[in-house]
């Protein structure tokens, strides 16, 4: 699903992320005087407030993250032989079905970030930094080869390849970063029989006209060689194409296939950072910080209107 926010920032139909600050805590009227501290502290205590903190904190630190997204993938592993056995069990939206899934090689579809690698390490630098993404300090963060399994990700793999279900990896990160994320995937673990099973943005789709971030083009390409029994995500493009991102046409999207979700597609909780974002904000990431901001307030439900 990553890194697909950013070229929505490039032009306005494509989708995009950045991180956000929330506002600072009030501070006391008559406070207390600080104790000596190391710079690194004072820098610390002095560093302005940030949307992703709880979020990413969450992720590192919280059972019920952990909990969550093992039960998304022990739930999908007891489903998968049933999958395996019914010829017609097929997890791609039809229109993006090309050629009949009858008789291809069992595969799953799994997105990488915060659906099989962990970024939040990244997400807590930003924090820890008072910054926001951008494509160098994320290819240096890939690069490390750093990420670790999602809670929950790498037993389903395992479990799935045991059955001779290949792993394919439809990622938002740029093409040339495949070779460092199957180097990271393999490391702690993942099966990916070779570079192949990695459809990074930028692959080539012949046939198919690639739009923006958009995976269409490649779940196409990945049902050419394979039956997908499966698709794993923590964006809803992970799944089927958004064709506006607007609150409204992501919940009628959903809506369409709901009935698939813990049953063909199982998504992962991701708090962090999303096209959900942009949505609320008319994916004008050009406005100023604070505009965006005020946006996503106004957007806030608090039953009283």
């Known amino acids: 699903m990553r890194r697909s926010l950013l070229l929505l920032a490039l032009a306005p139909a494509l989708l995009t992320m950045a991180g956000c ?7 006391a009227s008559t406070p207390a005087p600080m104790p000596a501290q190391t710079p690194a502290v004072a820098s610390a205590e002095s560093a302005p407030a940030n949307d992703n903190l709880n979020a990413t904190l969450w992720m590192q630190r919280a059972v019920e993250y952990r909990g969550t997204a093992e039960s998304v993938y022990r739930g999908a592993m007891a489903r998968l032989d049933e999958a395996l056995k019914d010829p017609t069990w097929d997890a791609l939206p039809p229109d ?13 579809i799994v997105d990488v970030d915060e659906t099989v690698l962990d970024n939040s390490p990244y997400q807590a630098r930003l924090v820890r930094d008072g910054a926001q993404y951008d494509e160098v300090s994320w290819d240096a963060w890939v690069q490390e080869q750093k990420a670790r399994p999602v809670p929950g990700a790498l037993e389903f793999a395992r479990y799935a390849s045991a ?7 439809i990622s938002n990160r740029a093409e040339h970063l495949g070779a460092p994320t199957l ?6 673990g993942f099966p990916a029989k070779d570079d192949s ?3 990074g943005l930028g692959t080539f789709v012949e046939g198919c006209e690639q739009e923006g971030s958009e995976k269409r083009c490649r779940r196409e390409l990945a049902g050419r060689r394979y039956r997908i029994l499966m698709q794993f995500g923590d964006q809803l493009g992970d ?4 064709v506006a991102n607007t609150p409204q046409d992501r919940a009628a999207l959903y809506d369409r296939h709901a009935a698939w979700f813990g049953q ?5 909780p991701n708090p962090s950072y999303g096209s959900w974002e942009p949505a609320l904000f008319n994916n004008a990431w050009s406005e100023p910080l604070e505009s965006r901001r005020a946006r996503k307030r106004e957007a806030l439900d608090t039953a009283d209107r």
């Open 21 to 27: 600050r929330t506002l600072a805590d009030a501070p």
């Open 183 to 188: 180097a990271n995937l393999r490391a702690v």
């Open 163 to 169: 059955r001779g279900v290949t792993i394919v990896y």
């Open 197 to 199: 099973v990695f459809l």
């Open 96 to 108: 993006e079905r090309t050629v009949p899934a009858r008789g291809l090689p069992p595969a799953v």
């Open 264 to 268: 063909r597609w199982w998504m992962l």
């Open 239 to 242: 799944f089927a194409q958004i």
